[in-house]
């Protein structure tokens, strides 16, 4: 084969997606941007722009159809720098605020291009980045829809916006049941008249919302093996499942809970690949968590071995991938820049904790902590045993306490990490004194951020017969 017959893959992906969609407090900003990158770069009007120019390149059908992401094949012989250049013009013209990065290489099928692009020190591999031009303009007045753009002529309910935000308000029809505000998502989403859903400890949480990062365990290691196989379809089934599988994921669990409601509970920003960003009131977020990860494992596996013959030794690890879970909880004013920050934190410390071994979660409660918890993280296991009425590690026990004996056990528990030994003893003699010689018999020191935890979990557990699914 020379040389010329040799088929580049080219890839222009947005980086930093969630960062730039989550950059406007807006919901409709943020909604308008989700269904702009989507369509930008969806593969149906990538085709129609390869149509129109003409250009030597064709749609890479292995590798999706990712929100965010275009891939190429270039056909042999010409300049894939150019093909890169042409694409990204055009995604800029579309998307004014979206930085872009680009990688090309030959290769037999996308995922060894993907794989030799990530490999990073391959120097077959071209690359280059792509700053929006927009944020290097001095700002004389700062766009009032995310402060990070200068202000240009078009208004937004009688504010200047910028470029970004200009498409950001003109894209994406309304679906019905879909919250127009946060507030309103917080206030009615997966309401259902006669049936209350409030948190355990809290009065008013009908006004706080629930922000959800989501990301696989052991994708990467499952797609290596894959892209070692060496057969087509196989690339092909299982690239198209993970992101179908994660679409359905997120539908799945916004029918589940938005059923007989006005407003839909789940409001989605982003899912693509194995990635997930999505809002959900507050005290509906357990029993989101809980189903997310549940319908996701299930669905991943189920799409797989139903679409192709998986060999033994992929199946192995595809029984393995499992979803590691952030969870912000906030009042629904706060930004959704820093929430969707605190929560990807979140979720790289459960999959930390578990090694990436087994689904899990952590959280962050802004409305009580500044700084996320060292190794706070529950497993799937102990979520859904949780939500099904058992106890694992003694949780529920903590969970069911009453309010005031909740308020003296954190009030007990506010010198822990200075002096563990005597807050061990302090909350065994409260809990003996009280009657509870159950959670006596657990409070050595070394449980006791399982107790803080707990207590943390409590404030936005539902409460029981409030609409539980
Ligand atoms: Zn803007």
């Known amino acids: 084969m020379s040389e010329s017959d040799v088929v580049v893959f080219v890839t222009v992906a947005a980086v930093r997606i969630q960062t730039w969609l989550t950059r406007t407090p807006s919901l409709k900003l943020l909604r308008g941007a989700s269904h702009a990158l989507r369509d930008s770069t969806s593969v149906e009007r990538i085709t129609r722009f390869l149509e129109e120019t003409g250009l030597a390149a064709t749609i890479a059908s292995d590798a999706g159809d990712v929100d965010g992401v275009v891939v190429l094949r270039v056909a042999p012989g010409h300049d894939p720098a150019a093909i890169v250049d042409a694409v990204v013009t055009d995604l800029g013209r579309e998307l004014p605020g979206v930085e872009w990065e680009a990688w090309w290489t030959a290769a037999d099928g996308y ?103 989501a990301d696989g365990n052991r994708i990467g290691e499952l797609f290596d093996l894959i892209a070692d196989h060496g057969n087509d379809d196989l690339r092909r089934t299982c690239v198209a499942s993970l992101d179908a599988a994660t679409c359905e994921t997120v539908q799945q669990v916004t029918r589940a809970l938005s059923k007989g409601a006005n407003v839909d509970a789940v409001i989605g920003h982003y899912t693509g690949g194995d990635d997930v960003l999505i809002g959900v009131p507050a005290p509906l977020a357990w029993q989101v968590v809980n189903l997310l990860i549940a319908t996701f494992e299930a669905e991943i596996r189920v799409r797989i071995r139903g679409g192709i013959e998986v060999p033994a030794e992929i199946d192995r690890v595809l029984g393995g991938v499992s979803l590691g879970v952030g969870v912000t909880f906030a009042h629904a004013s706060h930004p959704i820049a820093a929430t969707n920050r ?106 006791l951020d399982m107790f803080s935890d707990t207590l943390s979990l409590a404030r936005w557990w539902p409460e029981l017969g409030g609409g539980v699914v």
């Not at 120097?123 to 980045?129: F, K, L, N, P, T």
């Not at 929006?132 to 202000?151: H, N």
């Not at 504010?159 to 998502?185: H, M, N, P, W, Y």
């Open 342 to 447: 605190r929560a990807h934190e979140a979720m790289a410390q459960a999959k930390n904790e578990v090694r990436g071994r087994k689904g899990a979660v952590s959280w962050i409660d802004l409305t009580a902590e500044d700084e996320l918890p060292k190794g706070r993280h529950l497993t799937r296991a102990e979520l859904s045993d949780l939500i099904g009425g058992g106890n694992p590690g003694g949780r529920r026990d903590i969970l069911d306490l009453p309010a005031s004996a909740r308020a003296s056990l954190a009030e007990l528990l506010r010198n822990r990490r200075s002096s563990p030994g005597d807050t061990s003893q302090g909350v065994r003699q409260w809990a003996d004194r009280t009657g509870r010689p159950e959670l006596a018999a657990r409070a050595e020191a070394a449980k």
């Open 111 to 213: 995922l060894e291009a993907y794989r030799k692009a990530v490999a990073e020190n391959d120097a077959s591999v071209g690359r280059r980045s792509f700053y929006p031009v927009l944020a290097d303009l001095p700002a004389a007045q700062s766009c009032s829809g995310c402060r990070c753009e200068p202000a240009g002529d078009r208004l937004d309910d009688g504010q200047r916006i910028g470029a970004d935000c200009s498409v950001r308000a003109g894209a994406g029809k309304l679906r019905k049941g879909e919250a127009t505000t946060f507030e309103e998502l917080a206030r009615c989403g997966g309401l259902v008249a006669g049936r209350p859903q409030r948190a355990v400890g809290r009065q008013l949480s009908r006004n706080h919302l629930a922000t959800i990062a």
